[in-house]
């Protein structure tokens, strides 16, 4: 990871279902090089999302965070624009499902400046998206595919590995 770092210039870094300890967390996070850092406690070793930033060249808030999301208000400063990035990492529960996705669509509607979201949605849009195991039915793709469609969002294309996963 600090090699992604360094190599890229990051000014924003999302971390999904780490299963670092709070301690440890916070003594990891400076050593990536940002400035700023928050992070959401894991639930049974499940969920942690850490947000790290630099103040440089944008200037962030942390606007909401639960177990499942990290909201974050960015201006840059480079730009002079302000949006919105959350990161997620959507529930797996098929009893909480429905509340989640109405809770992002019904963002989509509050937030009035560029929303992105990224993370992991525990979704496909597409069987291109899965590789091996069971075929993935029609009817386990509709949540994300309509939740794009309510919110006029669209699904940026991976550029390299598309699998960041295994198992």
């Not at 190599?7 to 780490?18: A, M």
């Not at 090089?33 to 070793?45: A, K, R, T």
């Amino acid at each position: 990871m600090f090699f992604l770092v360094r190599q890229h210039k990051l000014d924003i870094l999302f971390i999904l279902e780490t299963l670092v300890t709070d301690n440890r967390i916070r003594h990891i996070l400076p050593k990536l090089g940002f400035d700023h850092f928050d992070f959401v406690p894991p639930v049974n070793h499940a969920a942690r999302i850490a947000v790290l930033w630099n103040s440089g060249k944008i200037h962030a808030s942390i606007l909401q965070k639960s177990l499942r999301f990290v909201h974050l208000l960015v201006h840059d400063t480079t730009l002079s624009v302000s949006s919105i990035i959350s990161g997620i990492y959507a529930t797996a529960q098929p009893r909480e499902k429905d509340s989640f996705w109405q809770y992002l669509a019904e963002l989509n509607i509050v937030f009035d400046l560029p929303w992105c979201i990224i993370g992991d949605f525990n979704k496909i849009a597409n069987p291109s998206e899965k590789q091996g195991g069971q075929v993935f039915p029609c009817h386990k793709r509709w949540r994300l595919n309509q939740f794009l469609s309510i919110t006029k969002g669209v699904s940026v294309p991976v550029n390299r590995s598309i699998f960041t996963w295994k198992k």
